[in-house]
Structure formats: structure tokens, C-alpha cells
């Protein structure tokens, strides 16, 4: 396949079915969450082979799963040594009983709430088989897909302006407006109009609308 810089390859992972860009021979991390800029996490087929020419890796994760979701099944209830019946505020500590000490109706709940918990886990990892089953009955035996590139987004430079969105600001109300001071890891720095300084991340920066040009100068 002649290499296109235009051109992405994407398949489907083994391990959770989405599509996703094959970097090399292998998915690309995904399944990742990001908080404070940072990568949390991420799918456990980021990095591994895709499904599309790979039908015994697939038929692998689906039985790795199938003994997962076997396994909790499995479980029994064991009744713990004591258990929270209050949550801890800001205040207060979080209150516990010993088991013994609930009156039986509360026993009965709470175990009830753990086997409904285990159940819901069970049925979730085995739709999640299933699913992958099917969706691999036909991606396995396809080619990865070529998508053309999306356009790299708009460079956010020093003396960008933005009007600073927030449910704060109702209807007649002008929110700030923030110029950029600079961009680092994903963070734009800026200085308000009122003199108040920040950071916001640069996809929540482009969202936001553009300020009006300033008085004697472009936006």
C-alpha cells in the first residue's frame, strides 16, 4: 500500500470495536479520558493488533471475556465486617455499623444491592462479547479503511482573543473578553479585560466565539 500522508488507515480494535486510526500495524491509544490535560487511562487494545486480518487475536479477547464475565458470576456474597450508613461531608465523618448491628430488612438490602451490582457487571461483559463477536464476524475478513485526513486545527497565537463562554453570563450580560498570552501542553494562558489572569484548555478555547477586533487593531 504506497504510504499517502493524506491518507489514514483505520480499523476496528479487538478489544472494544471502535474504529480508530492503525498507526504502524497496530491501534492507535484510545479509550483514554483527559483531566487537567492529562491522559487517564486507556483501552486495553490501544497498541495491539486490529480486528481486520486478525481473527484468532479477536476470538482471543471474546473468550477472555466470556471467563471474566464467568468469574463474577461465580461470586458469592459474604457479609463485610461493617458497613458505611452515612457518607462523609465536608464536616462530618462517614458513619459505620458493624453487620450484626443492621436490623435484618437493612442486611437483606444491602446484599440484594451487591447481587444486583454483580449481576449488572456479568451482563455487561458478556454484551460486550457479543458484540465484539459480531462486529468481528465481518471486520476480521476486511481490509483496514483509507479516510482522508482532517485538516490540522487553526494555530492559537499570542494576542488571540476569545469572549470567555460560562452559564454565569445570561442573556444581556457581556462576558470577558481574554487575549492569549501564550500556549503551553495544551494550555492556553490568557489576561482578561478586567486584569484577571487564567488558563483554558485549547479545545475548549476554540469552541468559545471570537471577540470583536479591538479598537485600532485586528482581532
Known amino acids: 500500500m504506497a504510504k499517502n500522508d493524506n491518507v489514514q488507515l483505520r480499523g476496528n480494535c479487538c478489544h472494544c470495536g471502535r474504529d480508530q486510526a492503525v498507526v504502524g500495524n497496530v491501534m492507535a491509544d484510545h479509550g483514554y479520558t483527559l483531566e487537567h490535560h492529562w491522559r487517564q487511562g486507556a483501552c486495553s487494545g490501544s497498541r495491539d493488533k486490529p480486528m481486520q486480518g486478525n481473527p484468532l487475536l479477536a476470538l482471543d479477547v471474546q473468550d477472555a471475556l466470556r471467563k471474566?464475565?464467568?468469574?463474577?458470576?461465580?461470586?458469592?456474597?459474604?457479609?463485610?465486617?461493617?458497613?458505611?450508613?452515612?457518607?462523609?461531608?465536608?464536616?462530618?465523618?462517614?458513619?459505620?455499623?458493624?453487620?450484626?448491628?443492621?436490623?435484618?430488612?437493612?442486611?437483606?438490602?444491602?446484599?440484594?444491592?451487591?447481587?444486583?451490582?454483580?449481576?449488572?457487571?456479568?451482563?455487561?461483559?458478556?454484551?460486550v462479547a457479543?458484540?465484539?463477536?459480531?462486529?468481528?464476524?465481518?471486520?476480521?475478513?476486511?481490509?483496514?479503511?483509507?479516510?482522508?485526513?482532517?485538516a490540522d486545527p487553526v494555530p492559537i497565537r499570542p494576542g488571540d482573543r476569545k469572549l470567555r463562554h460560562s452559564d454565569q453570563y445570561g442573556q444581556g450580560m457581556q462576558p470577558p473578553i481574554l487575549t492569549v498570552k501564550y500556549v503551553d501542553r495544551g494550555r492556553v494562558h490568557w489576561v482578561s479585560d478586567n486584569g484577571k489572569s487564567g488558563w483554558t484548555g485549547t479545545q475548549a478555547w476554540r469552541k468559545w466565539a471570537d471577540a470583536p477586533a479591538a479598537e485600532g487593531g485586528a482581532a
Open 68 to 127: 471474566l464475565a464467568d468469574k463474577h458470576a461465580a461470586m458469592v456474597f459474604e457479609a463485610p465486617d461493617k458497613v458505611m450508613v452515612k457518607r462523609a461531608r465536608h464536616d462530618k465523618e462517614a458513619e459505620y455499623k458493624g453487620w450484626a448491628e443492621l436490623a435484618e430488612r437493612d442486611q437483606k438490602a444491602y446484599r440484594a444491592n451487591w447481587e444486583a451490582k454483580r449481576d449488572f457487571i456479568v451482563r455487561d461483559i458478556r454484551g
Open 130 to 150: 457479543e458484540y465484539l463477536q459480531k462486529l468481528a464476524a465481518v471486520a476480521c475478513y476486511e481490509p483496514l479503511r483509507e479516510v482522508l485526513r482532517k
